[in-house]
T-cell receptor, first 120, second 113 residues
């Protein structure tokens, strides 16, 4: 089972609203990710949590606030977003695989279905 | 600086034929390469991967080839089916855990009857 679930599937919010995106995985993965994808572009990494601690923040504006309550859950809190933040938000999780490369073990990231966000 | 490139934005192939999607990279420290398939408004679905110590990996109709000296990988789909029509992203990562996936810009594959 390689399922990552995300809620809600769609979200419309005004620029003054506060909302949260949720992500869940039960694969025992110890790393979880938030990506943002605009139309016709590849996913762009936003945040990475490793063992429930924030390990990578790709200089994301503070109006996006991630939270990892436990090893299975990842939230993205949204506040005072701009229309240009409208995009598909993707969650992913991964763990070290048994595949070894030149430098060590590798990981495969599995993505959820995404939340399509529209900011008005 | 685009470290992973997919130079063909689109590819059209007849059903039953071979589809070949290409990907080039510049960073010699990349250790692991993956292909994802993506339908509109959905998350990417992992297809197949290859480690830097291999030159080929096969899974059913999908085969990925890696040429490290040329910094080039390709995904072969044989035979192509209409359900394969989607955008395909190649991605690369290093050896850290967790590590950032660097995605190519994608190739839209259309398989026609």
């Amino acid at each position: 089972d390689t399922e990552v679930t995300q809620t809600p599937k769609h979200l419309v919010m005004g620029m003054t609203n506060k909302k949260s995106l949720k992500c869940e995985q039960h694969m025992g993965h110890r790393a979880m990710y938030w990506y943002k994808q605009k139309a016709k572009k590849p996913p762009e990494l936003m945040f990475v949590y490793s063992y429930e601690k924030l390990s990578i923040n790709e200089s994301v504006p503070s109006r996006f606030s991630p939270e990892c309550p436990n090893s299975s859950l990842l939230n993205l809190h949204l506040h005072a977003l701009q229309p240009e933040d409208s995009a598909l938000y993707l969650c992913a999780s991964s763990s070290k695989s048994g595949t070894s490369g030149t430098y060590g073990y590798q990981e495969t990231q599995y993505f959820g279905p995404g939340t399509r966000l529209l900011v008005l | 600086d685009q470290q992973v490139k997919q130079n063909s934005p689109s590819l059209s192939v007849q059903e039953g034929r071979i589809s070949i999607l290409n990907c080039d990279y510049t960073n010699s420290m990349f250790d692991y390469f993956l292909w994802y398939k993506k339908y509109p408004a959905e998350g990417p679905t992992f297809l197949i991967s290859i480690s830097s110590i291999k030159d080929k990996n096969e899974d059913g109709r999908f085969t990925v080839f890696l040429n490290k000296s040329a910094k080039h990988l390709s995904l072969h789909i044989v035979p192509s089916q209409p359900g394969d029509s989607a955008v395909y992203f190649c991605a690369a990562s290093g050896y850290l855990f967790p590590d950032k996936l660097i995605f190519g810009t994608g190739t839209r594959l259309q398989v026609f009857p």
